[in-house]
């Protein structure tokens, strides 16, 4: 790639038709870019912060078939009626504790099976809708969010386009002057990972446009038969042959280690539970591959039945099932997740850029300039109020929305884009300062995982660094 770039000689038409697509796109779609941006790189850690907004789960990673049977029991008596799908989420080295599931109703499971409480489905929860669907119907908002990863992919191509020295400045940095800073950061960042950003634009896009091809695909060649389609994809229903009174879990597991002794599961789905048709799903992951899982079927009394061919089946059906993995990094140790945070960050800060050389190099400012701020900083500082705002019962999605209203309103009262900004950041680390103090003062004397204190020190590491910049712009607020 760096090599085709650098060899390319572009005509001085194409560069300035490239250009004036890269802005167009920018400008129209900055916000939410931003925001998906933004909320991506959060999106990474949402394991970590599920964890950590409730951090005194009891946590384990080894489990017993013993175990998970006195779950069901406590949950099939805790429920009034029976699920279709019970479903029972495995500990795992990311995420060390145990829950079962079905219809809507949730626990985490003790190590010693009996039921504890409830996940908490509030400032994550609300986190991941708001980068997967934009809290959109979830049709509407996935479709809105690949639409945006196209437009991304876009941009990084027109990007690319209208830059023939991109590659060749790759290391310039000119310092002191606004316009030229912000030029040689957008550009640098955009450089360094670019095959990053092509990666998480194209699955991101794949992921969100996922149900318009079943759409037109179901149409095309299953006349309209969605459900058709979907068992070509995923395998029908298997054939109950062995009926049992109640799932043998146990020998399950020890006939997956011998089918598959490399599979690592993940978690257990409980078909047609109490009923002639039930069946034992065990879903795994396998070493070196970025398939989500392969899925193991297994008669009622733990006979092996068959697997979805999820690892060695079609090659577009295997694809598919990797798209997820790769888009949000979690198919290795924590470093790549970390990387992938620190990239999302950084692309964050390249559409920030972006619009700001697009203001600067304009002859005057007006209420874009209040807007962007508002954007820039309004949409992480409203994000840490909603989670601090969480913690005391307020639902997280309306204090993000209302918070990010009063910035814009702030910021255009104002009309002081620097000193707004500012401000802004200040009000950033204080939030994040009162989170931190409030969840060690919250949970001083319980016994707490090692990971609520590794988020609390992040937090905490993020707001010095603020604080520190606030203090070398400082001149910017008494302007």
Request: aromatic share 12%.
């Amino acid at each position: 790639m760096v090599k085709f770039m650098t060899s390319l000689k572009l005509s001085k038409t194409t560069v300035k038709k490239s250009l004036s697509a890269h802005r167009n796109v920018a400008l129209a779609t900055a916000g939410l870019l931003y925001l998906t941006c933004l909320t991506g790189a959060l999106t990474v850690f949402f394991e970590e912060f599920q964890r950590w907004e409730q951090p005194n789960i009891e946590e384990y990673t080894d489990y017993t078939p013993a175990q998970i049977d006195t779950a069901i029991e406590e949950f099939q008596q805790r429920v009034s009626s029976t699920p279709e799908t019970l479903w029972v989420v495995l500990p795992t080295e990311a995420v060390p504790r145990m829950h079962i599931s079905g219809d809507g109703q949730e626990w985490f499971i003790n190590k010693d099976g009996s039921l504890s409480a409830p996940p908490l489905e509030v400032w994550t929860t609300m986190l991941t809708k708001l980068h997967v669907q934009l809290h959109l119907p979830e049709n509407i908002g996935l479709i809105l969010v690949g639409i945006l990863g196209v437009l991304l992919f876009s941009l990084i191509l027109s990007g690319l386009l209208s830059h023939p020295n991109i590659f060749k400045d790759a290391f310039r940095w000119r310092r002191g002057r606004q316009v030229l800073t912000q030029v040689d950061l957008h550009n640098r960042l955009s450089i360094w990972a670019l095959p990053f950003y092509l990666m998480i634009s194209f699955t991101g896009a794949f992921i969100g446009l996922l149900g318009l091809y079943s759409f037109f695909i179901s149409a095309a060649f299953y006349d309209n038969d969605t459900e058709a389609l979907l068992r070509d994809v995923y395998g029908g229903d298997p054939e109950i042959s062995k009926v049992s009174g109640v799932i043998n879990i146990d020998a399950a597991l020890q006939n997956l280690t011998s089918i598959a002794p490399q599979a690592d599961p993940i978690y257990l789905a409980i078909q047609n539970i109490n009923t002639d048709k039930q069946y034992l799903e065990i879903a795994a992951k396998l070493p070196q591959r970025l398939i989500y899982s392969e899925i193991y079927r297994f008669n009622a009394d733990g006979s092996f039945i068959n697997h979805q061919q999820f690892s060695d089946g079609a090659v577009g059906q295997q694809i598919a099932y990797s798209v997820y993995r790769l888009h949000f990094g979690h198919y290795a140790r924590q470093w790549v997740k970390i990387i992938y945070g620190i990239l999302g960050l950084a692309l964050s800060v390249i559409c920030a850029s972006g619009i700001n050389i697009w203001l600067a190099r304009r002859k005057h400012e007006s209420l874009l300039n209040d807007l962007w701020v508002a954007t820039v900083w309004g949409l992480p500082l409203s994000l840490a109020i909603s989670a601090l705002l969480s913690f005391y019962s307020w639902a997280p999605l309306w204090v993000f929305l209302g918070a990010e209203l009063l910035v814009v309103v702030f910021a255009l009262l104002m009309k002081q884009a620097l000193k707004t900004r500012w401000l802004l950041r200040a009000c950033l680390a204080a939030t994040l300062l009162l989170i931190v103090v409030r969840q060690e003062a919250v949970y001083l004397n319980e016994t707490v995982t090692p990971m609520f204190h590794q988020v609390n020190l992040t937090l905490l590491v993020v707001s010095l660094i603020l604080i520190m910049m606030l203090f070398q712009q400082r001149d910017q607020c008494r302007a």
